[in-house]
């Protein structure tokens, strides 16, 4: 469990796991994370992009994955999941990729196939943590897509695809990388 707000630094050179800063000042979140939480490699939520139903466009961001598992993972570790559903988070009008997993090591990688396998008290406890989250920063409630439903493994697999695209042109130059470092 951890409170410090740990982000991958897509600004800075070689893009290092720092605490986020805001206004000079470091970020926690305001009470400990039950998971472990991350972001897939090589994929990116284009801000240039509206997503066709949601309306909203990408984060600028890889997508964050919130793993379910029954261990604690190191911080900066890699470690193969396996997708069970996405939840279209927006956060400040942007549409912020939250993909539900297990890694496929953890005992539970048997049972949990997809979103339908995963108990409704973690699906709705991570929800609600997102939901919530900034509120002590006097921020509003974020608010989900697709009437807040998760999709399901299938949807997840397409979202990643979609999502590795476009990286795929953001790292040859098809796509304006604004103030991202990429190597």
Request: glycine share 8%.
């Amino acid at each position: 469990m951890t409170k410090a707000k740990m982000e991958v630094a897509t600004k800075e050179e070689n893009n290092p796991i720092a605490q986020d800063i805001k206004k000079g000042n470091l970020r926690d979140y305001h009470g400990p994370i039950f998971w472990n939480y991350g972001c897939l490699p090589q994929t990116w939520e284009d801000p240039n992009e509206e997503h066709p139903e949601l309306k909203v466009f990408g984060d600028d961001d890889p997508i964050d994955v919130v793993e379910i598992g029954s261990k604690s993972l190191a911080m900066g570790s890699v470690t193969t999941v396996k997708p069970l559903g996405v939840l279209a988070m927006i956060d400040d009008g942007e549409l912020d990729w939250k993909v539900l997993a297990v890694a496929t090591d953890d005992p539970l990688a048997e049972e949990y196939n997809d979103i339908d396998d995963v108990p409704d008290a973690v699906k709705d406890g991570v929800r609600e943590w997102f939901r919530w989250y900034k509120t002590p920063d006097d921020k509003p409630l974020n608010g989900f897509g697709f009437d807040e439903k998760y999709l399901n493994a299938e949807q997840a697999e397409e979202v990643i695809a979609e999502t590795h695209e476009s990286w795929k042109k953001l790292k040859s130059g098809d796509s304006d990388a604004g103030k991202l470092w990429l190597a």
